[in-house]
């Protein structure tokens, strides 16, 4: 793996502390998700401490659903209706989770985990050309963005029991958007130019504050994550040359100034990366590596990143990486080669 230091103004100029941090050995055996075959890459929300609930396509492309309850998956349960994107599942509050998926007819496609079970697949109405991304708001709303069919990004919001009229957000948005809550009730969503240019915008519950210009020129959207602080949020992509490149929103006015500007972290990255929080300004994220097709990850302790680690297994898609809470955990779930769904915990 190339390492490449860096410190980024969140850093406080620290730099690689953990470099050689035997990271690996303190993550669990992989932990198969069920015989079911799935595709393409999955989502996983943590609706409360210890729990995870995952989504993805199987290859009938239905929306297929799973949870683990800290020891075991329940196995991969099929929701009836035909989905055309990857799913992106978030937090909806009270134990509660909704995952959605682009339908058939273009319309956003929603299941909501009721803190038992899922719920049938119904349509959110819309007309959405990329696969959605969701993010936690107050008082458990959620609300899903994506691509509209006219150009640029439209979005609805559930308030738990329906959901609002689409609205379009006017940008220069040629990439489906990754968003993530920021812990104060808002959302924020960074997306790309046609020149994979990183824009973004917050989203207040009721309004969207303007597009403005982050920096970065990315391979694909950026995945963003909540930072365990009110306001933050911590994004990251993968950049030409296939490393990982990181940048923070420090919260406050919306302004490019609060942005900390993109770092290298390193790495030969062959899949886009996500990220789970471990604690406050704490997050893993993991990603598939080029040569080895294995799962690495990287780890922010909250003062420094350590160096990438291997994990293990053999990807067939983006890692999905979420908080399991419980013993400041994160959770990484991933389709192998042979698309079976796999977990593993750490660190």
Known sequence: MRRTSFSLSFLCAAAFALANSPAGAAWSALKSMGPTLVQASLSCATPKSGQVVCAARNLQNSLAVNRFNGKAWTGWTTITGTVTSNPSCADAGAGKAICTARGINGALMASVFNGTTFGPLSSAGG????????????GGKVVCVARSSAGGLTYSVFNGTAWGAFKTIATPAYSAPGCAPDRAGNAICTFLTNSSHVLASRFTGTL?????????????????????FAGMVLCVFRGYGNGLYANTFNGGLWSPARWGGWGGLGGALESKA???????????????????????????????WSSFTKIGGTLFSTPSCTSLTTGKKVLCAFIGVDNKGFSVVGP
């Not at 604690?279 to 080895?292: L, N, P, R, S």
């Open 127 to 138: 007309l959405i050309t990329s696969a959605p991304s969701c993010a936690a708001l107050k």
């Open 208 to 228: 969207w504050e303007p597009v403005i210009d982050i920096g970065g020129t990315a391979l694909e959207e950026p995945a963003c994550t909540d930072f365990g």
């Open 274 to 304: 996500t990220c789970g929080l471990l604690g406050v300004k704490q997050v893993v994220c993991g990603a598939q590596e080029t040569f080895d097709g294995a799962l690495w990850v990287n780890q922010f302790n909250g003062a420094a």
